[in-house]
């Protein structure tokens, strides 16, 4: 499998998610310049990186939408190709439109760095078949502004269609407003588009895929995409 | 600015008649305006080290493992494999004290431009930082703005922020304490300095444009502040970590193709201290037109040109012929890369605006020829009284657990998570240790390494004696590093104190030094590097003396690397070192007796020795499962902490009847680890100890979720819940205000 | 030469923790009669242009495309010559 | 009730990233006529006085005591009633 990670000025998890999926998953990776106009080579998935493109400077992601190749990334996410927005390629992702709703300021004003619990919502994508259905996972967060808004209907709609895939939760897996640190909507710590091939999350499965760091549940994240793409078999199939 | 009428324009740059008729001789001319403000940055404090540097070269600097000792950007230790890491602290006191934010945030791009002018990839940042009491609204303020300004430049520019410390004290109401540190990893052959040599090699800026920020911030770091500094203050200095991002990855890439023959970031004094310590370490002279720097503003005169301190900026000697390669791959990354001037082989630093000559003075007269000044020491008068102080016959507290939990809640003693939880600490994926242990470990990736990292001092000791105090700050970051089974390799320093003109101030200086070096000579950690803030003083009264130590250690094998918890049901607990009466300069003694006097804990190198040599054996030999120092709040706190980081209880019997409870439980005598064995190990363990002379007493057993600590005369029994909501909620209680 | 002057807020419907923060602060500052504060952006765009038609056309599709986002916030714009 | 609108900006010799950011931003979506760009705060503060005068000294010390940072920035207000 050969996966692009998009290099966008002030990206800073490039080479974390580099790392996990050639080093870890033993996967073929390249990293993409965000200035380039296409794709050098066919990749089975997409993966924009965390950091803060462009200094985050006036709205997260809003001026690395404009990147030359996010046409390519658009294009890929509408053929139904696989692309994975971490933290601020999840921003990227709504600004951009691949995803609805948007994210803004933490409810108390405040960068936070921390372990959270995530709740598996919908292990029924490519990016969450190796969980389990309401697995809790470790998984650590470290944003300032990644609380997921959006309007009534947009969320009515998120949930109708299983979008939610993971949601902050208590150690326990449960959803209460104490775990919902950082202010989103309804939890939400991560989503998935209508077609179910573009998720966006704000928590890093990169950053808990080894075990030396102290924890390896993020890596299923990416192990996921790897058994999705070979034609992969959903847990319980 | 140039038309000032006064008749001594040199005393209003902060340079002396003396210092001034020293210039005169050695151009032997009268130094126009442009000369005269190069001058006063250069010969400041900040730039000249012209009060500290007799005292500075009594350190060890020395050692198979050092490959770059002071006198670069950083200091550079090897690790083996063909690796290395530079390291290095920096000050940012006064800018900080102004505006909090920016000021911390620059003080961070400083330092991490130190780090990668060297041909380092840096890895980790920490930070040490001392305010006034929470209770004051200003130092809450200033620590707010400070932990943000160091979170918003670290987060976004992608180092992982993963250890530092914090103290609270009232002598720092006025002057707060930032000292930044950052680590890197480099690849021997890539090793860089900042050196012009090669006469007709091109010298370019490259990096962001330059503005009219922070003109004469050195001379202004280099006085006390007072009422006035608020109205003289420069320009403040906006960090733009975005654009460090980029120049960091453009520099590191330009490293890498071997066209550099120099690189020197723009730090204090920008322009002119880059261009006259480059040319002054080749022994050659630099030619530049101010005319060719990209610029920010319009109509900036030479003057404000070679003396702004516009962050992002870095000055690049590359070989002749290749400015093309270099300013493409500036490009690439969005930057500025311009030629604008040339190495020369007459020694000195001309500055031109198109034809017209503006400055020219010889280059190590910027640098080397400054007066240095063998101060005056003398101790200070009341001291020996307070050491004196007799604390033998304090009354004991009634009700050692309530005393217990108040000290836990101390904002000096308590969890900083509050802090750490602000900064990215693990961007990168290499933290294995986060903050909150002794010390933070990083791996680094492709061998099987890791780097352990700390920053200490405790500056009442310092205070109460500087001489212990030194060997203190020392001994308790190699400790630190030790708990988590690394080898000290190396040292970086901060010296923060106040006037140095004052005799006082610089026994203090002189005496902590010592200590410093003594210490640094018996654990084989030479020092590399470090930075000097004097005149850290408000209203005339001085910050408590405060000597920062910041340490690295190397440990083989990253999956041996030990933390602070407790982990199993049933291990035993043993403390490695002894207990001794010492309550002077303690957290203790200032909560509960109101008391900042006696005789800091003593510290015995000797002992200090065996006690890391054999922690480090038993470490590698698999024999613990966990080892942390006991440092503010003694024993009582080490064991508290212990518990938390593993969610597991102890039970605890203090047998020695010799000691007041109070000294046993809460005195801060050094030299001393709490272990954890299983049952298995133990006679293994205390026949290691035999072997290194150390005394090892068992404490209890790890059980639980209370932590129980019984002696003869008292009992604590507390479950984790009540502890940790004391020891993590203190500081964000003080600071919702 | 053209100058815009262009305000982005946040949409009511959103919740703008920073302008509680400032409610708050300015509250225990002793402004108690503060009844709401909201906190948005300004920005000042400098631009040449032809003339006032071309510099309203410019700005308004700035705002659209870059300067706001429209599923939280709002923009207005005032231009002014020189 | 009246409403304070304030705007505060950076010091004109105050290094504004956020606003470079913008304009090259913008540069690269094809807007090449401009000039520059200053990001800066937009509050609105509602809030009840007596009369008018009243309402402007307190804007006037708000901005002074918190919304605007002297060090770096400058401020101004308009007020508007009801
Ligand atoms: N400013 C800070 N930034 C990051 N981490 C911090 C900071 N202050 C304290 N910490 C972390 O909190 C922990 C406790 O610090 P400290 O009490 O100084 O430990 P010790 O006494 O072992 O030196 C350490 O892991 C330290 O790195
Ligand atoms: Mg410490």
Redo the contacts with the bound molecule.
Sequence with gaps: MKFAVIVFPGSNCDADCFHVVKEVMGQEADYVWHQDQTFKAQYDCIVLPGGFSYGDYLRTGSIAKFSPIMIEVIKFATQGGLVLGICNGFQILTEAGLLPGALVRNKDLKFVCKDTFLKVENNETPFTLDYTQGQVIQVPVAHGEGAYVCDEATLEKLKANKQIVFRYSTSGGETSPECNFNGSSDNIAGIINEKGNVLGMMPHPERCAETVLGNDLGKHVFTSIVSWLKGGRRNGE | MESKTDNKPWVELGLTDYEYEMIKGILSREPNYVELGMFSVMWSEHCSYKNSRPVLKTFPTKGAQVLQGPGENAGVIDIGDGLAVAFKVESHNHPSAIEPYQGAATGVGGIIRDVFTMGARPIAL????RFGSLSSARSRYLFNGV?SG?AGYGNCIGIP???????FHPSYEGNPIVNAMCVGILEHKDLAKGVASGVGNPVMVVGAKTGRDGICGASFASEELNEASEEKRPAVQVGDPFMEKLLMEACLELIKTGYVVGMQDMGAAGLTSSSCEMASKGDTGIEMDVALIPRREKGMNPYEIMLSESQERMLVVPMKGKEDQVKSIFKKWGLDAVVVGIVTDDGILRIKEGEKVVAEIPAKALTEMCPVFEREAKMPEQLAEIQKCNLGELPEPTNYQKTFLDLLARP??A???W??EQ?D?MVGINTV????????VVRVKGTKKGIAL???CNSRYVYLNPYVGGKIAVS??AR?LV?TGAKPLGVTDCINFGNPEKPEIFWQFKEAARGIGEACRALNTPVTGGNVSFYNETKGEAVFPTPTVGMVGLIDDIEKVCT?SFKNQDDLIYLLGENRDELGGSEFLVMYHGLEAGMPPDLDLEKETSLQECTLKLIKEDLINSA??C??GGLSVALA?CCLAGGMGAQIRLEESTLRPSSLLFGETQSRIIISVSRENADKVKAMAQSHSLPITKLGVAQGKSLVINGNSFTINLTLNEIEARYKGAIPCLMKG | MYKALVYVTLKPSILDPQGTAVKKGLESLGFSDVMDVRVGKYLEVSLEAEDKQEALTQVEEMCKKLLSNPVIEDYCFELVEG
């Excluded at chain 2, 922020?161 to 103290?167: F, I, L, N, R, W």
């Excluded at chain 2, 240790?433 to 933070?440: E, I, L, N, Q, S």
């Design positions: 920490l930070n040490s930082l932990v160091i922020t993963v250890g530092g410390e914090v103290y000096t003693i969890s900083k998570e802090v750490y900064y600490y240790v986060r903050p909150g242990a002794d010390a933070a700390t920053i200490d308790e970051a630190n708990c602070l942390h120092d440092s503010e902490e």
